[in-house]
């Protein structure tokens, strides 16, 4: 079974760039986390689905950050415009609702803005 | 008071060591309660879940403090490739609603 697939693996931009990062969850995996890792730090979470509906979305910085599930299945994590702090890991995860919480994670995309 | 507070770290052992981490959590209505294990540069993986009851697997424990909103992990017989971070994962309430990472207490064994 293939595990979560997330693109690109790392991204290097200037400040002020828009990045955009795309994540394929488990098929028939319903939710679908997008989370931020700083060195050194947790992953802390950015927004959740539960099929194409953000159900938690309250730690994504609105002014610059943008996602979507349009279909229910894959997902686009946006920055525009990009700033140096959003260097960081970005992790998807996929799980099923119910009965289990367990999560998978991809690969992660590290972000490095210059 | 941060959601997922975990032990300082790093803990540096020797192999066959015994350690243990500590976690507590804020939200008291949390029901889901997990530890993840994060090699370096690597993404988080299941350790294993934590339930009232106490669970183990292997060379690994974990226990749960509902009354005191604590959770702890033991490690026993600690091997070099246990080398790792770990993280103390709850939930925010209800079954189903989002997993929140403590950030995470670094082991490293050494021979």
């Known amino acids: ?114 | 008071r941060k959601e997922v507070e975990q032990d300082p770290g790093p803990f540096n052992v020797p192999e066959g060591a015994t350690v243990a981490f500590n976690c507590t959590y804020s939200n008291s209505a949390s029901q889901s309660f997990f530890w993840y294990r994060q090699d370096c540069r690597k993404e988080p993986k299941l350790l294993m879940s934590v339930y009232s009851s106490g669970n183990e697997d292997g060379r690994f424990t974990a226990q749960l403090n509902r009354a005191s909103q604590y959770i702890s992990l033991l490690i026993r017989d600690s091997k070099l490739s246990d080398s790792a971070t770990y993280l103390c994962v709850v939930n925010r309430g209800q079954a189903g609603t989002a997993l929140i990472f403590g950030k995470g207490t670094t082991l490293s064994v050494s021979s």
């Open chain 1, 1 to 114: 079974e293939a595990g979560v697939v997330q693109s690109p693996r790392y991204k290097i931009i200037e400040k002020k760039q828009p990045v955009a990062f795309w994540c394929n969850p488990i098929s028939g995996h319903n939710t679908l986390y997008w989370y931020r890792q700083n060195l050194g730090q947790g992953p802390e979470l950015l927004i959740r689905y539960e099929n194409e509906e953000a159900v938690d979305d309250s730690q994504l910085p609105k002014d610059r950050f943008s996602a979507e599930r349009l279909k229910g299945v894959d997902s686009t994590l946006k920055i525009q415009p990009a700033e140096l702090g959003d260097s960081a890991v970005y992790l998807c995860a996929s799980s099923q609702t119910y009965p289990s919480e367990k999560l998978f994670f991809g690969s992660g995309t590290q972000l490095s803005v210059l």
